[in-house]
């Protein structure tokens, strides 16, 4: 195992940090999280969960999600390391 | 519901393609799936399957795998998308 592993954030920093960009994102769309988890067919309890970074995304999802956002699937991503800070100095050295 | 989501890429259509990026980004690492997955904190067989795309990752995994390949986590969502013939014409219109 390496440094960079034992200092990734760990996965509730993640799950938090993608909450937090989703609301965002879904809040920029003007839609509820009611018609949001409709139109992406998920439960809004789903959105709700992730959005309190209680659950982390698989990649399906994130692709689910991101088409109803209208961004890319990396964008979000990209979002979201940049909120973590990426990349940590300790990573690409 | 969309048709947008009605028509996106299956999920064993982006394990597939997931898997393929994994695949040569550990390549041109020169690492074995073990030491891999060593490095990774990831057992060897969970690397083997989802380089066959049997398994799809979380968000979590993706940034781990990320950490050790020294690629932005959405450097390799962006991979899979581009792949995946993204953006789709439907979306974006």
């Known amino acids: 195992m390496t440094d960079q592993i034992q200092n990734m954030p760990n996965r509730s920093?993640?799950?938090?940090?993608?909450?937090?960009?989703?609301?965002?994102?879904?809040?920029?769309?003007g839609l509820s999280q009611e018609e949001f988890g409709f139109e992406c067919e998920l439960h809004r309890t789903y959105i709700s969960l992730l959005e309190r970074g209680k659950r982390i995304p698989s990649l399906t999802t994130i692709i689910q999600l991101a088409i109803v956002l209208k961004v890319s699937p990396s964008e979000i991503v990209r979002q979201v390391e940049a909120r973590l800070g990426w990349p940590a100095t300790n990573i690409f050295d």
Chains 1, 2 share one sequence.
């Open 13 to 29: 920093e993640i799950a938090k940090i993608f909450g937090e960009v989703l609301q965002e994102l879904r809040r920029k769309r």
